[in-house]
Protein backbone atom coordinates (compact mmCIF):
# COMPACT_ATOMS: atom_id res chain seq x y z
CA UNK A 1 0.00 0.00 0.00
CA UNK A 2 2.83 2.49 0.20
CA UNK A 3 3.64 2.37 -3.16
CA UNK A 4 0.42 2.99 -4.05
CA UNK A 5 0.32 5.74 -1.59
CA UNK A 6 3.81 7.10 -3.36
CA UNK A 7 2.35 7.06 -7.01
CA UNK A 8 -0.79 8.86 -5.25
CA UNK A 9 1.38 11.42 -4.31
CA UNK A 10 3.15 12.38 -7.52
CA UNK A 11 -0.29 12.44 -8.96
CA UNK A 12 -1.29 15.20 -6.08
CA UNK A 13 1.45 17.01 -7.14
CA UNK A 14 1.05 16.93 -10.46
CA UNK A 15 -2.52 18.36 -9.62
CA UNK A 16 -0.78 21.10 -7.59
CA UNK A 17 1.44 21.97 -10.43
CA UNK A 18 -1.98 22.86 -12.69
CA UNK A 19 -2.41 19.71 -14.54
CA UNK A 20 -6.04 17.78 -14.65
CA UNK A 21 -6.10 13.69 -13.65
CA UNK A 22 -7.08 13.82 -17.49
CA UNK A 23 -3.97 15.52 -18.72
CA UNK A 24 -2.10 12.89 -16.09
CA UNK A 25 -3.71 10.44 -17.47
CA UNK A 26 -2.58 11.48 -21.29
CA UNK A 27 1.05 12.19 -20.63
CA UNK A 28 1.43 8.69 -18.74
CA UNK A 29 -0.74 6.89 -21.01
CA UNK A 30 -2.97 5.63 -18.76
CA UNK A 31 -6.56 5.79 -18.35
CA UNK A 32 -8.12 8.71 -16.66
CA UNK A 33 -10.30 6.32 -14.35
CA UNK A 34 -7.04 4.61 -13.28
CA UNK A 35 -5.60 8.20 -12.48
CA UNK A 36 -8.36 8.84 -10.05
CA UNK A 37 -8.42 5.19 -8.86
CA UNK A 38 -4.66 5.55 -7.34
CA UNK A 39 -4.94 9.35 -6.47
CA UNK A 40 -7.88 7.97 -4.30
CA UNK A 41 -6.09 4.82 -3.08
CA UNK A 42 -8.73 3.07 -4.56
CA UNK A 43 -6.36 1.14 -6.55
CA UNK A 44 -5.09 -2.23 -4.79
CA UNK A 45 -2.64 -3.81 -7.56
CA UNK A 46 -1.89 -1.20 -10.36
CA UNK A 47 -0.10 -3.10 -13.27
CA UNK A 48 3.53 -2.05 -13.61
CA UNK A 49 3.19 -0.36 -16.86
CA UNK A 50 1.26 2.38 -15.18
CA UNK A 51 2.87 3.01 -12.12
CA UNK A 52 5.90 3.31 -14.40
CA UNK A 53 4.38 5.67 -17.00
CA UNK A 54 3.25 7.83 -13.66
CA UNK A 55 6.68 7.86 -12.55
CA UNK A 56 7.63 8.97 -15.90
CA UNK A 57 5.52 11.73 -16.62
CA UNK A 58 6.41 12.77 -12.97
CA UNK A 59 9.95 13.21 -13.93
CA UNK A 60 9.14 15.42 -16.81
CA UNK A 61 8.01 17.78 -14.84
CA UNK A 62 9.68 17.57 -11.87
CA UNK A 63 13.38 16.46 -12.74
CA UNK A 64 15.17 17.88 -10.03
CA UNK A 65 13.04 16.06 -7.64
CA UNK A 66 10.38 17.32 -5.55
CA UNK A 67 9.11 21.01 -6.46
CA UNK A 68 10.00 23.48 -4.35
CA UNK A 69 6.21 24.42 -2.38
CA UNK A 70 6.25 27.88 -1.61
CA UNK A 71 5.45 29.08 2.17
CA UNK A 72 1.99 29.54 2.44
CA UNK A 73 1.69 33.15 3.89
CA UNK A 74 3.75 34.19 0.96
CA UNK A 75 0.74 32.77 -1.09
CA UNK A 76 -1.42 34.35 0.64
CA UNK A 77 -0.14 37.76 1.30
CA UNK A 78 1.43 40.08 -1.74
CA UNK A 79 4.67 41.38 -0.65
CA UNK A 80 5.27 43.82 1.89
CA UNK A 81 2.16 42.59 3.68
CA UNK A 82 2.29 40.85 6.60
CA UNK A 83 -0.48 39.34 8.59
CA UNK A 84 -2.43 40.56 11.50
CA UNK A 85 -1.88 38.92 14.30
CA UNK A 86 -4.58 36.23 15.01
CA UNK A 87 -4.53 35.03 11.52
Known amino acids: M?????????????EE??????EIAQGSQTSPSAISRIA????????FAMV???QAFY???FPNG???RR???QQRFA???????GR
Open 79 to 85: PGCQPRA
Open 2 to 14: DDVAEIARMIHRL
Open 71 to 73: NDL
Open 40 to 47: NLNAKNPT
Open 17 to 22: AGLSRR
Open 66 to 68: EPS
Open 52 to 54: KGI
Open 59 to 61: RRH
